[in-house]
């Protein structure tokens, strides 16, 4: 084995008055993220970015949208799991790297709680976990407020 990379990408629409959760933190706005779990895209991307990189399969085989067990889970819960599946298959993180895209809200004052919330479900430093945010400049679905999207990168290495 060896250190291995993963990306993962992820997509919600908007919506009025329903909640959005990002890395776990509930976010104040008048919208909130579809889904079958708590939507949260940044927690997904980050899943799919680990993993791809311990060549696992995707969010959608282990945890489908069309099992009721996951309807309205938290996606901390998702990435609990995804951790424990990743270091049976004898890796654990090295870093992570994520940026969220959305027009609307500035989320720059919220990134540290992020960080936090997510290095604690993993049980790692939070000095391993990068989150940024972008607003796409009010160009495609999220400039017009329409949806959210997350793409995170993670670097894995063998363990044990």
Known sequence: MSTRIGYGYDVHRLEAGLPLWLGGVAIPHEKGALGHSDADVLIHAICDALLGAAALGDIGDHFPDTDPAFKGISSTILLERTIELVRSAGYGINNIDSTVCLQTPRIKSLIPEMRHRIAETLKVAEDRISIKATT????????????????????IHPIG
């Open 136 to 155: 796409e400049e009010k160009l495609g679905f999220t400039g017009r407020e329409e949806g959210i999207s997350a793409h995170a990168v993670v670097l």
